[in-house]
C-alpha cells in the first residue's frame, strides 16, 4: 500500500484508531491461530477474464515543507501477482515534474492484484492496487521518502499477546504481534543489510520460533538470544508485524517487562482460569475467534517499565508425569522392601541374602542420584516427592544395614 506521510505533515492523520487497529490485530491473530483446513469438495475452474488493455497514470512525490515535491527521472513498473503467475509487465520512466504513464495489459485470473512500484535510494515503494483499468491521479501516486540509519525510535502504536491452552506435552503457544510507527518523514534503514533497526525481549526459556504475517517479510524477523530481531526498511507510518513461539509448563508464571510507552496493549488468554495482571490492563470479557473463546484484557497508554504476569492453572501434563513417576517410584520401592524382608523371613538363620535384596551400597547411590536430581531443580521431583522418596530409601537403607550387622 501507498506510504502516506505523517501526522507532522500537512495536518494528516495516518495513525489508525483504535478499533480499527485491534480489529486488524485480531484479524491477523486469528489467521495465525488458524489450523490448515482442507477443503472437503474439490474447487471449479474459474474462467479466465479477456485480456484488457489497460494504464496508470500518476506521480512519484516526497514530502516538502509546503507541497509534495516530484521526483524526476525514476523508473515505475506495473506488476502482477495472479495464482497463475506472477512478474513485471510494463515500465516507464518519470519525467521533470515525477509524471508517469504506463500500458500495461491486464489478463487471466481475476484474482490477480496489479500495482504500480518506484525504486528511490535502494528502496521499494508502491502504489495503491490498480482497480481497474484505467487508475489516475491520487490513485496511482507513489510517495517516496529519503533514508537514514541514525537512530529512530518507533513508537509501539499497539502489543498484543495470545496465549494459548496447553498442548499434550503441557507446552503452550504464544503469538505477539505488533504495531509499530515511524513518525519521521525518513525511512528507516540499518547501517548494513543484516543491521536490526529495532528488537524485542523473548522469553528465554521460548523455543519453535517462528515469523508470522505482517506488513515485513518474516525472513527479516529473527530471534537472536533472548531478542527479536528487525532488519527492514521501515518508511513513514504504521507497519504490523508478528511472531509465535512455544513456551514450556516451567516459564509460568510469565512476566513480560514493556521496554516501551504502549498505546494499545491487549492480552488473550484460551484458559478460563488463566490470569493476567498489569496496574493498567483491564478485563473486557472474552472474544471468540475460529471457535475458540478467549479471556481478554485491554490497557490504553501502557507505561514503559510496566510488568505484566500471566498466570495460568497448573494442570501440564509434565506436572501430572511427575506425580505419576514419583508414584511409581514409592510403590516400587515398597515392593523391593516387601520382598527383601520376605526373603530374609524365609531364609534360614545365618544365611544372608543378597542375590535379591538391594545393597548398603546401591541405595547410597540411590540417596545421593536422588540429591542431585532434586538440587539441580528436576521439574519431575517436587518437594513433596523427593521428601517421600528419600524417607524410603533412607528406611530401607536402615534395614539392610541393620541385617548386615545381625548376621555378622
Known sequence: MRVLP???????????????????????????????????????????????DAVVAGRVVTPGREREIGIPNVMVTVHRVGPDSAGALDSARTDAAGRYSVRYRRFGSDEAVYFAAAV??????????????????????????????????????????????????????????????????????????????WSAPIPHDASGFVAGQGDVSPITLQRRGDRVTLAAAFGPGVKQLSYSYTLPPGAFPLHLTLEHLTSVLEVLLEEPAAQVRAPALHSTGDATTQGRTFKRFLAQSAPQGETVRIDVPVTSAGTRAGVLMGLAITIALAMVAALAYALRRRAPRGILITTEAPTAESLAARIAALDARHDAGDASITDEVYTRHRAALKALLTEVLATQRGST
Do not use: M, W
Open 120 to 197: 528511490h535510494h535502494g528502496i521499494a515503494y508502491f502504489s495503491s492496487p490498480l482497480r481497474g483499468a484505467r487508475v489516475s491521479a491520487a490513485d496511482a501516486e507513489i510517495t517516496v521518502f529519503d533514508t537514514t540509519s541514525k537512530p529512530v525510535t518507533l513508537t509501539v502504536q499497539g502489543h498484543h499477546i495470545v496465549v494459548s491452552a496447553p498442548k499434550p506435552d503441557g507446552g503452550r503457544d504464544v503469538v505477539e504481534v505488533y504495531e509499530l510507527s515511524n513518525d519521521t518523514t525518513v525511512t528507516l534503514v540499518g547501517r548494513d543489510s543484516l543491521a536490526p533497526i
Open 6 to 52: 505523517f501526522a507532522s505533515l500537512e495536518g494528516r492523520h495516518c495513525v489508525q484508531d483504535d478499533r480499527r487497529r485491534l480489529l486488524r490485530a485480531a484479524t491477523l491473530v486469528a489467521t495465525l491461530l488458524a489450523a490448515p483446513v482442507a477443503s472437503a469438495h474439490a474447487q471449479l475452474p474459474v474462467p479466465d477474464a479477456p485480456p484488457v
